[in-house]
């Protein structure tokens, strides 16, 4: 009758040769299906550890990826906001420029007061200015804006430019400028020499000293609109600097991911050659024993 020989007079080397061997059979399938050297720490403990710190590079370099992406829309949208604002200071002189001309009467001054009037409550709407949640203009100050819709008084409660630091290392830089930075100068607010402009072309009385108010208001429309120049050159500055952040981060981002798949990223062409071979070491541990067997079935008779 037939005698079957139980595994464990199998010798002990062989059946830890056999189970090695499929281990790693185990191990060369796996990466051939995931795509993946190390699927888990035990994989490569160092590699493994290597990625994580990879990873977590790459999570702080998307954080900061986000907020430079916030903070180019931010600038982008003070720029934009610039735009109509200086217009509306040239047609401001415009203004004042017919005002104080001898040929101008009454009524067609009182016609440029009416106009001007228009653009200082544009000047108010253009200071307060929102971008989704935030005054665009308002700087750290977000609960009240910058001026009072109704009056035109600035908001008594300081504030300061947003600062963000848009790279792992570096200063933070301004995302924005305050509307007080560019509308007031002197202790006195643009819309208050608006009001002493509209007031002298409405007439107060004194000929003299509305043409010497008019002068005066031109004069000061210049500084407003040196003023915005500044401060949008500020923002331009400070837009391309995002703009070459973000090509860092993004050059750093691509390095890191090459780094990541080169430490767990399986090589599929070695994957499957080692795969192949460790299958035909296996067939060859198995047909080995296997003949050990039959040698001591014949040898027990």
Known sequence: MPYRVPTSRIPNTMIERINETRHRLSVLQEQISTGKRIN????????????INLRTSRAEIAHFQKIAVT???KLTAADNAFNNYQSNLDRVKSLLSAGLSDLTGQTSRDALANELEALKNGVISFANTRNGNEFLFGGTRQT????????????AQPATAQ???IEPGTNAMAVGVTAESFLTEGGVT?????DLAIAALRGTGDPVADQAALENAMTRMSVYQDLAA?????????MNSVDKARERLSTVDLSVLESISNAEDADFAEAALALTDTQTTLEAILAITA???????????
């Open 144 to 155: 009240v804006p910058p001026f009072d819709p109704v009056t035109g008084v600035p908001s």
């Open 291 to 301: 003949r050990g067997q039959r040698s001591l079935i014949d040898y027990l008779g």
């Open 163 to 165: 600062f963000v630091q």
């Open 230 to 238: 500044e401060r949008r050159s500020t923002i331009g500055v400070n």
């Open 40 to 51: 888990r720490p035990s994989d490569d403990p160092i590699g493994a550890e290597l990625v």
């Open 190 to 194: 643009i819309t208050e020499d608006f």
């Open 71 to 73: 903070a180019t829309q």
